[in-house]
């Protein structure tokens, strides 16, 4: 299974970036996918999540600012930010909890960079 993550780059404060992932492979079912983020320094963190029935969670630190999507079923997930802070900067990482000949297990992506600097 692979994650294919893309969109990140560098943005002013207030500024907007959409990030898109795509996974493939060996997939039969996919429960959730979302997204992750580690900036320097500092443990990877939750951002925002979606279901396979479309239930979404947000981190506090996002919440109004960033829209989760996509498609569970066509194993596609975006992550909308608006309103970008200069505290949202660091590496972001796709992830998806995939069921395949292998059972369940957590998938990750390459990670993103996202700079939010003017």
């Known amino acids: 299974v692979q994650l294919q993550a893309s969109g990140g780059g560098l943005v002013q404060p207030g500024g907007s970036l959409r990030l898109s992932c795509a996974a493939s492979?060996?997939?039969?079912?996919?429960?959730?996918m979302g997204w992750f983020r580690q900036a320097p320094g500092k443990q990877r963190e939750m951002v925002a999540l979606?279901?396979?029935?479309?239930?979404?969670n947000y981190a506090n630190s996002v919440k109004g600012r960033f829209t989760i999507s996509g498609d569970i079923a066509k194993s596609t997930v975006y992550l909308q930010m608006n309103s970008l802070k200069p505290e949202d900067t660091a590496v972001y990482y796709c992830?998806?909890?995939?069921?395949?000949?292998?059972?369940?297990?957590?998938?990750w992506g390459q990670g993103t960079q996202v700079t939010v600097s003017s």
């Open positions: 492979g060996s997939i039969d079912s996919i429960y959730i």
């Open positions: 979606i279901s396979n029935v479309g239930s979404t």
């Open positions: 992830n998806a909890y995939i069921r395949n000949q292998m059972g369940w297990s957590d998938y």
